[in-house]
Nanobody, 112 residues
């Protein structure tokens, strides 16, 4: 059974940082690209970032480029999202995604 479990969300002030984690199980993690997607209140899902299976190639949405960094540890079956210089518009539930599978999400709230 595929499981994706996100963690690391919380309340942070504008300009602050958070590091999200997504622990994966039930599939050969190191063989697949992994993505982060977010959904803000009242809005549709927004793709944030993707990392290839080996970790050597990453891509970002324009809205987060230069502020967020995706990484992975294939030995730990975990993908990360380091989020710096957070803005109120980054407030959303963040999900990790593989193929058709999604985690339960972790809430990120950026507010003073």
């Amino acid at each position: 059974e595929v499981q994706l479990v996100e963690s690391g969300g919380g309340l942070v002030q504008p300009g602050g940082s958070l590091r999200l984690s997504c622990a994966a199980s039930g599939f050969t993690f190191g063989s697949y690209d992994m993505s982060w997607v977010r959904q803000a209140p009242g809005k549709g899902p927004e793709w944030v970032s993707v990392i290839n299976s080996g970790g050597g190639s990453t891509h970002y949405a324009y809205s987060v480029k230069g502020r967020f960094t995706i990484s992975r540890d294939n030995a730990k079956n975990t993908v990360y999202l380091q989020m710096n210089a957070l803005k109120p518009e980054d407030t959303a539930v963040y999900y990790c995604n593989y193929h058709v599978y999604w985690g339960q999400g972790t809430q990120v709230t950026v507010s003073s």
